[in-house]
């Protein structure tokens, strides 16, 4: 057997944080703090583009010239993952799409054990149920999960218990 070196070994990372944009912060705030239950870590802030301070440097690293300004906001999940909301002009008219067969991200999934009630209350704020809401293991366990939209556009989905517990038992056996 092939000694490995501990600077080579490979472990699980976690999870630190999503950004997602959005085209009104204060209404995604809203929404994402009352619906969900996230918290807030920081208000909507503006950032400038400028080059005096280390936000301002990085931003135009990531985003280049010309975006001026934009607000951010932080939230945080009840198992600490960081919600980072960003709001520019540019993308203020600019739904998006739903596009699952192009490359990159295109949902997230939070854990709720009543799916159906985060649901409705997802709906009554102006989102959509994007799917009935489906058993893994109809006879067996009560694994649930759904796809939703939030008012913004952005598609996500809903568990009823840990991405683990829903995969361990082969849910597509």
Sequence with gaps: MKHLDEKNKTYPKAFSHIGITVPNIEEAVK???EVLGFYIIMEPTVVEEENNTAIGQMCIDVFGEGWQT???AHLSTGDRIGIELFEFKQSRENKPQFEPF???LFHF???DPDVEGLV???VASGGKQRMPIREYYPTEKPYRMCYVEDPFGVVFE???HSYE???SA???K
């Design 158 to 160: 809903i568990y009823s």
């Design 170 to 172: 082969g849910a597509y």
């Design 102 to 104: 192009k490359t990159g």
């Design 31 to 33: 929404f994402y703090t």
């Design 165 to 167: 517990l829903h995969y």
């Design 120 to 122: 409705q209350k997802i």
């Design 109 to 111: 999934s939070i854990q």
């Design 70 to 72: 934009f607000k951010i």
